[in-house]
């Protein structure tokens, strides 16, 4: 059974920093692309970010940009998020997910290109 467990999310002010994590287990985690979507209330889940299996690639969405960083450790399983100038738009619950295939060498953005989901975190930022 593969599990992914997101951490670290909580009430942060604007302009502030949090780093989020999300540790896998039951998934050769090293074979497979990870992302962060979000999904604030009323919305659309968001594509915040993507790293390749192999730390190759990474990619963000237009919101986050310059602002957030994606990063992988392949030995302990684990995909993190730091989350810098922290904006009350960036209000939402974070949810990890890993991709349906292995290797995959391009970055992917879109929900259902992912086939594992966490349970989500909240991360709130107050003005």
């Known amino acids: 059974q593969v599990l992914l467990a997101e951490s670290g999310g909580g009430l942060v002010q604007a302009g502030g920093s949090m780093r989020l994590s999300c540790a896998s287990s039951?998934?050769?985690?090293?074979?497979?692309?990870m992302g962060w979507f979000r999904q604030a209330p009323g919305k659309e889940r968001e594509f915040v970010a993507a790293?390749?299996?192999?730390?190759?690639?990474?990619a963000y969405g237009d919101s986050v940009k310059g602002r957030f960083t994606i990063s992988r450790d392949n030995a302990q399983k684990t995909v993190y998020l730091q989350m810098n100038s922290l904006k009350p738009e960036d209000t939402a619950v974070y949810f990890c997910?890993?991709?349906?295939?292995?290797?995959?060498?391009?970055?992917?953005?879109?929900?259902?290109?992912?086939?594992?989901w966490g349970q989500g975190t909240q991360v709130t930022v107050s003005s």
């Open positions: 790293i390749t299996w192999n730390s190759f690639r990474a």
């Open positions: 997910a890993a991709d349906s295939g292995s290797r995959i060498d391009f970055v992917r953005s879109t929900p259902r290109d992912y086939i594992y």
């Open positions: 039951g998934l050769t985690f090293s074979l497979y692309q």
